[in-house]
């Protein structure tokens, strides 16, 4: 399967490093559920997690929002949620994005942006400080900027686009771990997200242990499928074998 990005890391359990000054880089850290919801989901794609959903009813697919690049990981977090609207006066902004101080370490950031893209609401500053802090990733329903160093980085960034102009005096921070929307699906603080070349979804956390065993239970069977052609049984043969049209029906 694909790499994941997992509390902050590719797969690694190593603890946050002291900066120089002897402070850790990011003091968040996730509780123990939140470790064991995101390990769950550790040799899934999003795809099988899409038809897990799919069996289950459960709407959780973002529409339209992509990896900047040809991204071959997977990054699976809990949701630390933002939500933005209109700047409603000419007076000090409310915030643009200080409330990444209080983002731990392994989460994925979802941001709101209404699906806007005539202003950003990332930039480069902000992926150089996420990856400091061992952030997941990011994903907004709405634009980033400054691309490159996200690419660059190999920072997980997934988007509705990208576009320069700047948020400023445009939008302000409405919502901080609120629920919000993404892609047309709705979505709670600690959620759990997983993202890859293929997309976003997001797994109601309170279903995430039913969703990830029907996720491994159809990854399964695509492998053994795949290995029967390999094999030199048909398609047809092969689907039958393992009731491949009956691994998303609902129900």
Known sequence: MN???????????????PSTNGVVR????????????????SASDTPAVSDALDKLGIPGQAMNIMPLANYQKVTVGPAFTVRYVPTSSSGPPKGVGDWIDDVA?????L????????CTVWGDIMTQYAGIRGIAGTVIDGVCRDVN??????????????FMRTAKDRIEVAAVNEPVGIGRVHVRPRDIVVADANGVVVVPRERARE??????HID?????????????????QARAEFNYHKLQRKG
């Open 111 to 118: 941001i709101d942006n209404g699906g806007r893209t005539d």
């Open 3 to 17: 790499q994941i990005i997992q509390n902050g890391n590719l797969v690694s359990d190593t603890p946050d490093r």
């Open 149 to 162: 160093r996200a690419i660059n980085d190999e920072y997980p960034m997934f988007t509705a686009g990208r």
């Open 211 to 216: 969703v990830a065993e029907i996720a491994r």
């Open 26 to 41: 990011n003091p968040k850290q996730q509780q123990a559920e939140d470790e064991e919801l995101v390990a769950l989901f």
């Open 105 to 109: 370490k392994g989460d994925v950031i």
């Open 220 to 236: 399964e069977s695509e492998e053994r499928i795949r290995n029967m052609i390999a094999s030199g049984s048909t398609l047809g």
